[in-house]
């Protein structure tokens, strides 16, 4: 199975601390983690991690590539990165992230949104089983979704927050899994935001909310799936490994509410471990 994945790479700073700060407080952590991460980046790790082959399109700069590079031989996966930074790229972003020890859950510092040059990306895309994209560049994902769509690669598409052009990018998804606190222009509540959504033809609708049941839509035939329980030691990248696992699962021909069923087992297994990749050593 391949597999390419098309958007955000970053350096994570990750603190591993009980409680948090009050304004005006310093503490020590714990533990401190630097790793790459980011929304297609852990998307494709996953993937990878499953047993796929997996491609990332992204852009991290020439002073980070060996950092994405060495994941291959650490968790004996094989992944792909092109890196379409042009020569004037500001720099991978660098990410801040607290996990409270006490229950996994995460917060994040991410620095500012910049959209900068990339360079010519390639004309065609096939010989993929599943493509994925997320909201950030989108002069690399809006080209490579038309690409897939053309060629009748399905494309999985997921996103934190709205950014302006989403729906160009929308017009080309077949699956959308994102957070249910997702909102689409001139919406204020969830099911408003659904019936933006339902202008565009998808084959499948997920929204995810921590803990709580995922709301689906096959077609337009709405049904609710509840994740697994497990003991909780990070939830950082939890959503991410949902979207490599859906490819994953997609890819080898399973119909979209077992793909998104199986997803979810797999997101809440990596859970259990902390950071987004350390599971799969545990596979």
């Known amino acids: 199975m391949r597999a390419l994945f098309v958007g955000l790479a970053t350096i994570d700073i990750i603190y591993y601390s009980y409680g948090f700060l009050k304004e005006d407080q310093k503490t020590y952590a714990d533990k ?44 004996n996966i094989q992944l792909k990165v092109r890196d379409y930074a042009a020569s004037d790229f500001p720099g991978l972003p660098v990410v801040s992230i607290l996990i409270n020890r006490k229950n996994g859950s995460r917060t994040v510092l991410n620095k500012p949104v910049l959209h900068p040059e990339t360079e010519q990306i390639e004309s065609e895309i096939s010989n993929y089983d599943v493509l994925m994209i997320d909201g950030f560049y989108p002069d690399l994902t809006i080209p490579a979704a038309r690409c897939a769509r053309q060629n ?6 997921d996103s934190g927050s709205w950014k302006p052009g989403l729906e160009h990018l929308l017009q080309y998804t077949d699956y959308l899994i994102v957070s249910k606190s997702f909102r689409p222009p001139g919406t204020k509540s969830f099911r408003s935001g659904l019936d933006y959504l339902a202008d565009f033809d998808f084959k499948g609708m997920a929204f995810t909310d921590g803990s709580k049941p995922v709301i689906a839509f096959d077609h337009r ?21 949902l979207h490599g696992a859906f490819c994953h699962y997609l890819a080898k021909g399973k119909e979209f509410r077992e793909a998104l069923k199986s997803a979810m087992n797999t997101a809440s297994f990596s859970c259990s471990f902390e950071g987004p990749h350390t599971w799969i050593k545990e596979i």
């Open 152 to 157: 009748g690669i399905p494309v999985v598409f």
């Open 221 to 241: 035939i709405e049904f609710s799936l509840n994740p697994q329980t497990v003991k909780c030691a990070d939830t950082l990248g939890a959503g991410d490994v």
């Open 32 to 75: 401190q983690v630097i790793i790459p991460g980011g929304m297609a980046s852990n998307a494709a790790i996953t993937f990878a991690g499953l047993g796929g082959n997996s491609e990332l399109w992204t852009k991290i700069g020439a002073k980070n590539i060996s950092d994405f590079n060495q994941l291959e031989e650490e968790y």
